[in-house]
């Protein structure tokens, strides 16, 4: 892989003929990476396709595979992973697309960087965390969105448009053995282009995952044309995902157990009427514990989670806000990434 990353390095560079906009290596390499992977076994299961282990010279990836039927979807996510200056530590490591047609069927393939503990929920499902485990984690998702929501203005090969991921939960986040977060499956992600204020792509109604979906988008008050909202409802979605990991966290004792946000409230395949009942008319949120009141950082922690998931769009915080706050709590607390 260091040797893709060198050629994509170089690609950046602008020494070989590029893909068109940039963060990938050049097509023809990602077809001959592509083709160079095995598959070893199944690892997960998403809305859209399976994702495989792979080796590639003696190295893992990871395998996201769609079917024709979801053509746009793959499209989609490859151009994401394509925008210039995407590339970041809290964010999926993109290798390479291919689409292999054998004649009878054609394989979308999305190859990435492979992470052996998996998703954020299947790891917090396993197991509870100390504190500074939940500052690294929570840190770096902050970071992570925060990368993404950010519009870099500079020459067109330096800049980078303002991305919404739309899908933001547990199941769409991977841990790193370093304790961090990637953010992952950027399949409904939307950009914009500040200068000129343009939407890449109308954002649709096709939202997210509907248990973690914001008050505004489930009572249709979402403003589609203003891309702060899209930005907004990523932050009520990170709200949530901070309160998984929290609930996890050993602190004045045990963790809790793991659960999705709203177990208590909804079923486990809510629809948007029974959501909207529990967020936007009883107006529940998550529990907080009591004694997550009681010392910080959990004190800070509870004020993050509730001025992330306000119901008024507009006066919860941005990304770049809650990193600050945490990097603030990491170096009180003396812990480091
Ligand atoms: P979908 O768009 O179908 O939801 P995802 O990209 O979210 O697909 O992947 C589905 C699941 O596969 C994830 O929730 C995670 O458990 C696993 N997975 C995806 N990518 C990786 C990876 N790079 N490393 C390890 N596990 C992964
Ligand atoms: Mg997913
Ligand atoms: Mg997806």
Redesign the pocket.
Known sequence: LEEARLENHLSLLGEYTTSGSGSGCPLLIQRTIARQVTLVNI???????E?YLGRWHGENV?V?MFSTRDEDSWKREVEIYQTVMLRHENL?GFIAADNKDNGLTTQLWLI????EL??L??FLTSTSIDVPAMLRLVFSLANGLAHLHMDILGTSDRSKPAIAHRDLKS??V?VKRNGQCVI??L?LAVRYEGKTGILDIPANEKFGTIRYLAPEVLDGNLNLKNFESLKAVDIYALALVMWEICHRCQFYGSAEDFELPYAHDVPSEPDMGQMREAVCVQKKRPTLPNRWSSREPMITMTRLMRECWYSSSQARLTALRVRKTIATLMATADVKL
């Open positions: 690892i997960g299961k998403g809305r859209y396709g994702v990871a996201k999926l990435t960087d492979y992470h998996g998703s929920f299947d199941k769409n991977l992952a499956d399949g």
